[in-house]
Nanobody, 118 residues
Framework: QVQLVESGGGWVQPGGSLRLSCTSS????????MSWYRQAPGKERELVAP???????NYTDSMKGRFTISRDNAKNTVYLQMNSLKPDDTAVYYC????????????WGQGTQVTVSS
């Protein structure tokens, strides 16, 4: 019933851009805080960017100026715009949803592969 489906991944050259989408179903997105995570082989899963239902965002220093998270509650979709991509950005990118009403309710998407190489 509950699903998060990521799309938009692929291969790009360094300096290129990608826009990832996370479309949800089975729940109402306005009641959930959302995040993008990523995981590269041999590394721990890393928070990329969060966005709350009110729309607050936060970025690590490595993401600022390059990545932008946004949400469209009417479309039940969260986006991650990635610019100036680097080889170190290569990873599987995951969408994560956490209920604001009951925080034990949380969901992960299946992930989408992003590869940055020459």
């Amino acid at each position: 019933q509950v699903q998060l489906v990521e799309s938009g991944g692929g291969w790009v050259q360094p300096g290129g851009s990608l826009r990832l989408s996370c479309t949800s179903s089975g729940f109402t997105l306005i009641y959930y805080d959302m995040s993008w995570y990523r995981q590269a082989p041999g590394k721990e899963r890393e928070l990329v960017a969060p966005i709350t239902s009110p729309g607050s965002t936060n970025y690590t220093d490595s993401m600022k100026g390059r990545f932008t998270i946004s949400r469209d509650n009417a479309k039940n979709t969260v986006y991650l715009q990635m610019n100036s991509l680097k080889p170190d950005d290569t990873a599987v990118y995951y969408c994560y949803a956490r209920s604001r009403i009951q925080t034990t309710r949380n969901y992960w998407g299946q992930g989408t592969q992003v590869t940055v190489s020459s």
